[in-house]
């Protein structure tokens, strides 16, 4: 009997969907896109554009008599213009062949990828392939993909590699188009699904066009700029609708930082006791009643000494009830906030894994089980069956108090799909304890908190009893402000954390205060001023380079990690302790394209383009004149562009007179080596400079002494070679000594050294290998196996009592080295001196530490605060002593 088809991205949501349909249908993944723009030419039908001429040139060459009689593309008009041509994607003949002969004897074919653009245009694409005469054999599709290689889209899972078979396919007879349905659900559960089936419709084309819009507009600038690039920069970079949006934010970020100029202000604290305990502190805020700002130290004694001399009295007091309510369900850009800032991952890996969480993991007899509900949306709405069963969590785990009135709900933003829901668990009941053994730990810790954060979206706010005091001395206004919690609410579930943009508001700025009252005299204990400097803006971060882009309205939140990751790749910009900045090559790309395209890559233009999109997918506009509204001043740009951008190949003229020659005028070029400046007079005047940024850790320099030559004693300096830079004998030629250096640092890089154990995961000898921030252990089958934990002391971690003390560098300022538990971030204990593995002779603490300084001889010291113990330890020699002392020994022998 024939059974009905069902067609999913991948075949880990095949298995999940599976379960829930029954004997009746056969669920088979097309793994993610099956048609696309040819990788070779731009694929789009242009205004003024057909395939004629090109046809006939290349019949010509073939020495082809028939090039007259090749049929002529039609010249676009405005019905196809803009047009896609639209082929199978290279190494997807099987999967469609595949596809076809099981959709020529279903009796009903359903659609069911992401609810979402590109589900919706993968929907479209299978429908168009199906439903058509099987004009694509594997023979046909097999030769279109020779030179292509297999890849994925958006997120979604990659065909698995097969063999092309050589012999022609029999003739598949096409679906009918009638037969054809289109399903979606928010999350993978059987009720969802089942109610998804009973509703089929058909493919919404307002969806599709909007993904096709999208397609075309990032196609057209990437086609046509990057040939740009490579003849004015080099051959390589790449130009993208948003990604060089969001290259600019960084750049343009990175200026303002160059540009600051701190500025001096200080802020004066005093320490006052009242007649009930506890002492507080305080803040002067106000002159005469008037906000104050203390520019210089002279000023600060000067207000200090007055207020030394002046009577302290409180002059109000107000305490009030503050509440802190529970922030929305996930939405997409939220969760990849939240998810950078509580447990460092990228955006990228946390929707990978969220993708796994939405299509199914394995729960032991449950089987392949979806957790979480679609991980691309950008509403905050939640379905009333899951607020039934979250109400009925709450108060059964966390006590009635603890449960609204009513439901709590969100308002989303106005561009918002309502269609879609927030991201939530699938089964609120099922909690992050009960999944934990079946899955990794990455997956855990992203459950756990959606978990954590949809619960707590359903729960009380926090309460906390709010005082402020200010005090009088003189007609200076000082201000203490404490804030205690009263009542958990949803905080018993999910804990602020920092950097998040909901949960930074604490309002806590002190403890607890004690009980005055208005007139009480005060006793000053002390009074100290404080130096500050004004601070730059800071670099971006994923998660507020995230929030930047949602907010200005730049892409959408499921292309946010795509963008992230396209311009690290490019290498337009690194990390730098977890924050973005611009390469060179990256800060001299976007200044040419923002100067060149001033329209197309401006951040309103950018937003007011995404607003379009969103129109089309309503039906308000069509989508080939968003298209040709971009166009037109885009090609005007374009032939400008050409003709006027400044060409690095050529050199642009720095205004400079050449050291050397003194003649020519320094010009900024590049090469594969990176940006240089050379003379003018090149060849007659060979003198370069390299503007390679110097490599960063001079001040390890100055800490650990510079590197000498193991062969002939000189000092090493670093040079630049094919590889990056590298520390040579400063003796070279007669000297031909390098030695590689670890990234970002001066320092050469050790040797590894065996360990004498084996992988736990390949079996491979380890190694103890040197980083940028010290050493650690990693395997010899490396880059095969990725296998790495820290080098611990073997001196247990006395906060968590389970983890042990590493020696790291901190990854700013001088890089120096502290010692923190292994088990970071789960345990953040830290200590700047070293542990030493032996106990406490007055207290019995289980090791001592090593305190060293610049001014004082080395200690030991017990770390237990309540014990005094101290130990002054011998100064050591100096290794010029010991050498003197070794040769006067020889010599008297």
């Not at 108090?401 to 829901?421: C, G, I, T, V």
């Not at 005299?521 to 998660?543: G, S, V």
């Not at 989508?623 to 090609?635: G, I, Q």
């Amino acid at each position: 009997m024939a059974r009905s088809l069902v067609i999913v991205e991948s075949p880990a949501k095949a298995k999940t969907i599976n379960k829930y349909l029954g004997r009746d249908y056969v669920v088979k993944a097309s793994y993610g896109h099956v048609m696309d723009l040819p990788r070779k030419e731009i694929g789009i039908l242009l205004p003024g554009e057909n395939g004629s001429k090109k046809r006939k040139r290349k019949a010509k060459a073939a020495g082809k008599e028939s090039a007259k009689k090749s049929p002529r593309t039609p010249a676009a008009t405005p019905e196809t213009i803009f047009e896609p041509k639209l082929q199978i994607i290279p190494g997807k003949a099987k999967v469609i062949n595949d596809l076809r002969r099981a959709a020529s004897t279903a009796d009903a074919i359903y659609l069911a990828a992401d609810p979402d653009r590109e589900g919706e245009a993968i929907s479209a694409h299978l429908k168009l392939v199906l439903s058509k005469p099987a004009r694509f054999t594997i023979d046909e599709a097999a030769e279109e993909g020779k030179n292509g290689k297999n890849g994925s889209k958006n997120g979604k899972t990659p065909e698995p590699k097969a063999k092309e078979k050589s012999a022609k396919a029999a003739p598949v007879r096409a679906a009918d188009p009638k037969k054809i349905f289109r399903v979606t659900f928010n999350e993978i559960t059987q009720k969802a699904v089942k109610e998804a089936f009973e509703h089929a419709g058909q493919v919404n084309e307002n969806l599709v066009d909007a993904q096709q819009a999208r397609r075309v507009l990032d196609r057209i600038v990437g086609y046509k700029i990057s040939p740009l690039l490579w003849d004015k920069v080099r051959r390589g970079p790449s130009a993208g609708r948003v990604q060089t949006v969001a290259l600019r934010l960084i750049v343009e970020r990175e200026q303002e930082i160059r540009a600051f100029v701190p500025r001096e202000y200080w802020t004066i604290h005093a320490l006052l006791e009242a007649a009930a305990a506890p002492a507080f502190e305080a803040r002067l805020v106000k002159f005469q009643g008037a906000d104050i700002e203390v520019p210089n130290e002279a000023e600060a004694q000067r207000i200090v000494a007055a207020c030394e001399a002046a009577r302290w009295q409180v002059v109000a007091v107000t305490q009030k009830e503050r509440r802190r309510y529970a922030p929305p369900p996930f939405t997409t850009s939220k969760l990849q906030q939240a998810a950078y800032n509580r447990l460092r991952y990228t955006a990228k890996r946390t929707m990978a894994l969220a993708q796994r969480l939405y299509e199914g993991v394995e729960l032991g007899e449950e089987g392949s089980v979806a957790l979480i509900t679609y991980m691309r949306t950008d509403s905050v709405r939640v379905s009333a069956d899951a607020l039934a069963q979250v109400r009925d969590l709450i108060p059964a785990a966390y006590g009635p108090e603890y449960l609204p009135e009513k439901p709590n709900f969100y308002k989303s933003k106005k561009e918002a799909q309502e269609a879609h829901e927030a991201i939530r668990p699938t089964d609120v009941s099922r909690r992050p304890e009960d999944v934990r053994r079946y899955l990794d730990d990455d997956l855990f810790k992203l459950y756990q908190l959606i978990w954590q954060r949809f619960v707590a979206s359903q729960m009380v706010p926090a309460v906390f009893d709010q005082t402020a005091i200010d005090v009088a001395a003189g007609d200076y206004t000082f201000r203490a402000s404490g804030s205690v919690e009263k009542f958990k609410g949803y905080l018993a579930v999910y804990q602020a954390a920092a950097g998040d943009d909901e949960d930074a508001d604490s309002g806590a700025e002190g403890g607890a205060l004690p009980q005055v009252a208005e007139g009480e005299a005060l006793r000053l204990e002390k009074i100290r001023p404080e130096q500050h400097f004004t601070e730059p803006p800071p670099r971006y971060t994923e998660a507020t380079l995230v929030r930047e882009l949602e907010d200005k309205g730049i892409g959408r939140p499921s292309t946010y990690a795509t963008i992230i990751s396209t311009i690290v790749e490019r290498e337009y910009v690194h990390k730098d302790q977890g924050r973005f900045t611009p390469t060179m090559l990256g800060e001299r790309v976007s200044t040419l394209l923002v100067k060149s395209f001033a329209d197309i890559f401006d951040v309103g233009f950018t937003a007011r383009l995404e607003e379009e999109l969103d129109e089309i997918e309503e039906g308000k506009i069509g989508w080939r004149k968003s298209v040709a509204d971009f166009y037109k001043p885009f090609v005007e740009d374009l032939e400008k562009a050409e003709g006027e951008m400044a060409s690095y190949k050529a050199g642009i003229p720095t205004g400079q007179k050449c050291e050397k020659c003194g003649q020519g005028e320094l010009l900024e070029r590049i090469s594969r080596l990176g940006f240089f400046l050379g003379c003018s007079r090149y060849p007659e005047c060979d003198y370069i400079c390299d503007l390679a940024p110097e490599t960063r850790g001079e001040e390890v320099e100055s800490e650990a002494g510079p590197e000498y030559c193991d062969n002939c004693g000189r000092e090493m300096i670093i040079k630049r070679g094919q590889w990056g830079p590298f520390l040579a004998c400063s003796g070279y030629p007669n000297c031909r000594t390098t030695r590689r250096i670890v990234q970002g640092t001066r320092r050469a890089r050790q040797p590894d050294q065996p360990l004498g154990e084996n992988c736990p995961d390949c079996g491979q000898p380890l190694l103890i290998k040197h980083g940028r921030y010290g050493e650690f252990i990693g395997c010899s089958g490396y880059p095969k196996c990725k296998y790495i934990r820290s080098k611990t002391l073997g001196i247990k971690c006395p906060k968590c009592g389970v983890g042990e003390f590493v020696e790291r560098r901190a990854r700013k300022g001088r890089m120096r080295v502290f010692y923190g538990c292994s088990r970071y971030p789960e345990c953040d204990f830290t200590t700047p001196h070293r542990p030493i593995a032996e106990p406490c002779p007055k207290c019995g603490a289980p090791f001592v530490v090593e305190k060293r300084s610049k001014n004082g001889p080395p200690m030991r010291a017990c770390i237990n605060e309540k014990c005094d113990w101290e130990m002054v330890m011998a100064p050591e020699k100096p290794a010029e002593t010991e050498t003197a002392e070794l040769h006067a020994g020889a010599a008297n022998s």
